[in-house]
């Protein structure tokens, strides 16, 4: 029997083979070289998709080993969340999966707004950030500036000012030779890659529309304690909040609107939409600020148009989907493609 590899941690962290959200980590961890074969990891924000994203990391070394043959390991060592009584029940569970030797943050839980920073100056040397869009900015600034490496979910800002101030950050992490990766992960799905290619190379033809769906069911929503605070109780609620979420058109809809920049290999140049609130929370909006449907068109630079659907209500069209059409056919994304003449074509995967 063939022994399994041992991994540095800089393929590690740079390796496609990693599931989920490893698999999305692009060469996270480029330059110097790593003295220990343990990637120590710091999470920022602890909640759904921070906890998937540690989980994922956490399974990485498992997965590899199993399909690649690779021995290595990860290891969470610092966690900040706004609310760190939150994490304490998902901490445990991670101990109880992976065991203390894997899951050791004991007085590295950083509680606050700020915490994010005492989390990363720990001894660590991958930054997860999973915190809503409107914090991203500034934490990704601050890991940069310290000289770690980046995985940062999606979305990454709430507004074009951090839209801007990331891509600053960006061109320090290059200048520094630190990796990042964004939690884009269709761009990592093999039917996704292999169903894009076959677009880009012209099997339907010029494309001359897209759509792009996320239609669903409402959202969560956290009643406000009491003696919680305003500030406390809309981070709290951080989606309901245009200024962290970005809205659902931003937090949840950029999946199926990259996806459609991605087969055109550029970005629309103008917008035309339309969207609103009439069911959320009863149309309250101390309580809600975010629309609950939302439909714009998209003009690439080219003329090309992409139309877009977003939605958050009960008992409607629930569909996320994205459709190129072409002068030779059709293709539902990752799914299958229809040329107009000759058969369907199933995408690998699908």
């Given at each position: 029997?063939?022994?399994?590899?041992?991994?540095?941690?800089?393929?590690?962290?740079?390796?496609?083979?990693?599931?989920?959200?490893?698999?999305?980590?692009?060469?996270?961890?480029?330059?110097?070289?790593?003295?220990?074969?343990?990637?120590?990891?710091?999470?920022?924000?602890?909640?759904?998709?921070?906890?998937?994203?540690?989980?994922?990391?956490?399974?990485?070394?498992?997965?590899?080993?199993?399909?690649?043959?690779?021995?290595?390991?990860?290891?969470?060592?610092?966690?900040?969340?706004?609310?760190?009584?939150?994490?304490?029940?998902?901490?445990?569970?991670?101990?109880?999966?992976?065991?203390?030797?894997?899951?050791?943050?004991?007085?590295?839980?950083?509680?606050?707004?700020?915490?994010?920073?005492?989390?990363?100056?720990?001894?660590?040397?991958?930054?997860?950030?999973?915190?809503?869009?409107?914090?991203?900015?500034?934490?990704?600034?601050?890991?940069?500036?310290?000289?770690?490496?980046?995985?940062?979910?999606k979305p990454v800002a709430s507004d074009v000012?951090?839209?801007?101030?990331?891509?600053?950050?960006?061109?320090?992490?290059?200048?520094?030779?630190?990796?990042?990766?964004?939690?884009?992960?269709?761009?990592?799905?093999?039917?996704?890659?292999?169903?894009?290619?076959?677009?880009?190379?012209?099997?339907?033809?010029?494309?001359?529309?897209?759509?792009?769906?996320?239609?669903?069911?409402?959202?969560?929503?956290?009643?406000?304690?009491?003696?919680?605070?305003?500030?406390?109780?809309?981070?709290?609620?951080?989606?309901?909040?245009?200024?962290?979420?970005?809205?659902?058109?931003?937090?949840?809809?950029?999946?199926?609107?990259?996806?459609?920049?991605?087969?055109?290999?550029?970005?629309?140049?103008?917008?035309?939409?339309?969207?609103?609130?009439?069911?959320?929370?009863?149309?309250?909006?101390?309580?809600?600020?975010?629309?609950?449907?939302?439909?714009?068109?998209?003009?690439?630079?080219?003329?090309?148009?992409?139309?877009?659907?977003?939605?958050?209500?009960?008992?409607?069209?629930s569909h996320v989907a994205e459709y190129a059409?072409?002068?030779?056919?059709?293709?539902?994304?990752?799914?299958?493609?229809?040329?107009?003449?000759?058969?369907?074509?199933?995408?690998r995967g699908a």
């Open positions: 029997m063939k022994e399994p590899e041992q991994l540095s941690r800089r393929k590690f962290i740079g390796s496609s083979a990693l599931a989920g959200v490893a698999a999305s980590l692009p060469y996270v961890a480029k330059g110097e070289a790593l003295q220990s074969d343990t990637i120590r990891v710091a999470a920022i924000g602890l909640g759904g998709r921070g906890t998937g994203a540690i989980g994922q990391i956490l399974d990485a070394p498992k997965d590899l080993e199993s399909q690649k043959g690779i021995r290595c390991n990860t290891k969470l060592v610092a966690v900040a969340e706004a609310f760190p009584e939150k994490a304490t029940t998902k901490l445990d569970a991670f101990k109880k999966k992976y065991g203390d030797d894997r899951v050791d943050v004991e007085g590295r839980i950083f509680g606050g707004l700020d915490g994010y920073k005492q989390a990363i100056n720990e001894d660590v040397d991958m930054v997860v950030i999973a915190t809503p869009p409107g914090f991203k900015p500034q934490q990704f600034e601050y890991a940069i500036n310290q000289g770690k490496k980046v995985f940062m979910e000012a951090g839209v801007k101030r990331v891509l600053e950050s960006a061109k320090l992490a290059k200048e520094k030779g630190l990796s990042v990766g964004i939690g884009l992960q269709r761009r990592h799905e093999e039917r996704f890659t292999d169903c894009v290619k076959q677009l880009q190379d012209g099997i339907i033809g010029d494309i001359n529309l897209l759509r792009v769906y996320w239609n669903g069911n409402s959202i969560w929503h956290r009643a406000k304690q009491e003696g919680m605070t305003e500030m406390e109780y809309q981070v709290n609620n951080w989606y309901h909040f245009t200024w962290a979420s970005g809205d659902q058109i931003c937090e949840q809809h950029i999946h199926n609107l990259d996806v459609g920049c991605w087969i055109k290999g550029m970005y629309p140049v103008k917008a035309n939409g339309m969207g609103g609130s009439e069911m959320r929370m009863g149309g309250d909006r101390t309580l809600s600020q975010i629309f609950d449907h939302t439909a714009v068109e998209y003009t690439f630079p080219d003329g090309t148009k992409m139309f877009s659907q977003g939605r958050h209500l009960k008992g409607g069209w059409h072409g002068s030779k056919g059709t293709c539902s994304v990752a799914r299958f493609i229809e040329p107009f003449e000759g058969d369907a074509i199933r995408i």
